[in-house]
C-alpha cells in the first residue's frame, strides 16, 4: 500500500486560513453622528488615538507655547482642561488670541443637538469651558440647539419630542451660569421661523450654493439613500458661525437688508468635540467665498469624556448605564459607579497591593481628572494609585464625591431656571460685554521693516510711497513666517 502523498504547500495554505482566526481589527471612526473606538484583532475596544485624530484631520495639538501666550494676555491661569490636555487640539487659536490682544470683536459660538430631556456629565464638559471662556475674555456668545438636525437624523424622534428635549437642554444649558447679557440661546426650528433670521437665511441660501453633493458626501460619508434635508442642514450649522448672521448682538438689525461687511469679518471661536470639526472645515473651506467673506473660524477641541464601560466608548444618551445624567439622583450616581464603572486595579487585593493600579484607563479616575481643581491631590492619587497604596474602591469613592456635588450644585441652579428666563436668553437683542480692557494697539511702521507680526507690515515702502496689495499680502506673509519661527526657538528654550 502506497503512502499517500503529503499536501501541496498551497493546499496547506488554504487550510491555515480555514481554520486561522479571523482577525476583528477595525480603525476608529468619529464623524458628527457615531463615534467608534478602534478594535484590536482580538476585538477588544482601544483607547481613543487623540494624536492620531489630530494628525488625520490636520489639526494643531495644544503646546506649552500658546498656554503661555494665553496666560500672559489674559492675566489667568490656563484651565484645569487645558493644562491636563482635555482640550488637546485646535484651529487658528492664535489668530484669536491676535484679535483680543488688539482690542477687536469676536464672538464665542457653540451649540448643542438634544436627543434626551435631560444632558449627561459628558454634555456639560464644552458648556462649562465655553462659560470659563465667556467670562476671561469677556466677549459675546451664541448657542445653537439643533432640534431640526436631530430630527433629521434620528428616524424614531417626532418633531414635537425633540422641540420639548430642547427646550430642557436649553433649560440645562443656561444652569451652566451663562450671563444673559452677552448670551443668546436659540432653538432652530424657533429661530428660523422668526423674523429676526433675515441674515441667517441670507448666509446659508449663499453658503448652499457654494457647497456640492460631493462636499457633502466627502465630508460626512452620505449616500444616495440620505435624505435631503440632511445636506441642506450642513449649511445652517455652517453659517452659525458668521457673526453677520446676527446682526441684531451688535445694534445692526433693520439697518439693511444686505449683510454687513463689518460684522462678516468678525472672527468666530468655537469650543466643541473633535467628533463636530468635520462641520466646521466645510466652513472653513468656503468663509472667504462669500460675498461678504468672513474669516475661517477658530476652533478648539475636547476629548470625550469617557463613558462608564472605559476605554473605546464616550458617554451615550442611548445607554443609561454609560453615562451620569445631570437628572440623576445621588443614590444613581453612587450605583452607577461602583457598579459599572471600569476600574483600573488588580483582580484581588493582594494583586492590587504588589502591583499597584493603572489611573490611565481607571473610568473614576479619570472623572476626577475633570471635576477636581487641584492639581498637586490628582497626582498624588495617581502615584498612590499606581503604588498599590490606594485602592479601587478609595478611588471610586473620591469620584462619587466630586460628581455628587457636581451634579447636586448644577440641580440647585437648573431648579431656579424658569420659562421667562429661558425667553431672556432666547429673545434675539443687542448683547453687552467689555472685551479686552487693556488692548495692545499695533505700532505703526514708517518703513517696509518687518516687525515679526503681520499686524506690525508697514503699508508704505522705504520711500515713503504705499504698497501694492500683492506686495502687503508678500510682506505680511513673510512676518506671518517670521513669527512662527520665534514661536518655535522661544518653546525650545
Not at 439697518?255 to 471661536?269: E, T
Not at 476605554?311 to 459607579?337: C, H, R, V
Not at 515713503?464 to 500683492?470: E, H, I, S, V
Request: net charge neutral; charged share 30%; hydrophobic share 35%.
Amino acid at each position: 500500500m502506497t503512502e499517500p502523498e503529503p499536501p501541496s504547500v498551497a493546499a496547506l495554505s488554504l487550510a491555515d486560513k480555514a481554520t486561522a482566526p479571523v482577525s476583528k481589527a477595525t480603525e476608529q471612526e468619529i464623524n458628527p453622528w457615531d463615534v467608534q473606538a478602534a478594535v484590536d484583532e482580538d476585538g477588544n475596544a482601544l483607547e481613543f488615538d487623540y494624536p492620531a485624530i489630530s494628525a488625520k484631520w490636520n489639526t494643531k495639538l495644544i503646546d506649552n507655547v500658546i498656554l503661555e501666550r494665553f496666560e500672559r494676555l489674559t492675566g489667568r491661569k490656563p484651565h484645569r482642561w487645558l493644562r491636563r490636555g482635555l482640550f488637546f487640539s485646535q484651529r487658528d487659536l492664535d489668530l484669536i488670541l491676535d484679535t483680543h490682544e488688539r482690542g477687536e470683536d469676536w464672538l464665542l459660538y457653540t451649540g448643542r443637538g438634544p436627543s434626551s430631556g435631560s444632558m449627561h456629565i459628558g454634555h456639560s464638559i464644552p458648556f462649562e469651558f465655553t462659560k470659563w471662556l465667556q467670562d476671561v475674555f469677556d466677549v459675546p456668545l451664541v448657542i445653537m440647539l439643533t432640534d431640526d438636525e436631530k430630527f433629521l437624523f434620528k428616524p424614531e424622534l417626532k418633531q414635537a419630542e425633540v422641540y420639548e428635549y430642547a427646550r430642557e437642554n436649553a433649560k440645562d444649558i443656561i444652569a451652566i451660569g451663562f450671563d444673559p447679557k452677552k448670551t443668546f440661546l436659540y432653538i432652530d426650528s424657533e429661530f428660523f421661523t422668526s423674523g429676526h433670521n433675515r441674515h441667517f437665511d441670507l448666509n446659508s441660501n449663499e453658503f448652499m450654493k457654494l457647497l456640492t453633493n460631493n462636499q457633502i458626501r466627502g465630508a460626512f460619508g452620505f449616500t444616495g439613500s440620505t435624505n435631503v434635508g440632511s445636506n441642506a442642514f450642513a449649511a445652517k450649522q455652517c453659517v452659525a458661525a458668521f457673526a453677520s448672521s446676527y446682526p441684531f448682538i451688535w445694534g445692526e438689525e433693520g439697518k439693511s437688508w444686505n449683510r454687513h461687511a463689518k460684522l462678516a469679518a468678525i472672527p468666530c471661536l468655537i469650543p466643541c468635540a473633535i467628533d463636530q470639526d468635520p462641520y466646521f472645515r466645510l466652513v472653513r473651506d468656503n468663509a472667504s467665498r462669500m460675498d461678504q467673506p468672513s474669516p475661517k473660524p477658530a476652533l478648539i477641541h475636547s476629548k470625550f469624556l469617557t463613558s462608564l464601560q472605559g476605554a473605546g466608548g464616550k458617554m451615550s444618551a442611548s445607554n443609561p448605564n454609560s453615562a451620569i445624567y445631570l437628572s440623576d439622583t445621588e443614590k444613581q450616581i453612587k450605583k452607577k459607579i461602583n457598579n459599572h464603572a471600569f476600574s483600573g486595579g488588580q483582580e484581588t487585593l493582594e494583586l492590587h497591593r504588589e502591583l499597584g493600579g493603572n489611573p490611565n484607563i481607571d473610568v473614576p479616575y479619570q472623572y476626577i481628572c475633570y471635576f477636581d481643581d487641584d492639581d498637586e491631590r490628582l497626582e498624588k492619587f495617581a502615584v498612590d494609585y499606581r503604588k498599590g497604596e490606594m485602592l479601587t474602591g478609595d478611588m471610586k469613592k473620591e469620584c462619587i464625591a466630586l460628581v455628587t456635588h457636581y451634579v447636586k450644585d448644577f440641580q440647585e441652579k437648573r431648579a431656579k431656571v424658569t420659562d421667562e428666563i429661558l425667553e431672556v436668553f432666547m429673545t434675539p437683542r443687542k448683547l453687552e460685554w467689555n472685551g479686552n480692557p487693556n488692548p495692545t494697539k499695533p505700532k505703526k511702521v514708517e518703513s517696509g521693516k518687518q516687525k515679526g507680526s503681520a499686524e506690525e507690515v508697514a503699508k508704505v515702502d522705504e520711500n515713503g510711497q504705499p504698497l501694492t496689495k500683492n506686495a502687503m499680502k508678500k510682506a505680511a506673509k513673510l512676518a506671518e513666517i517670521e513669527r512662527k519661527k520665534k514661536e518655535k526657538e522661544a518653546a525650545k528654550k
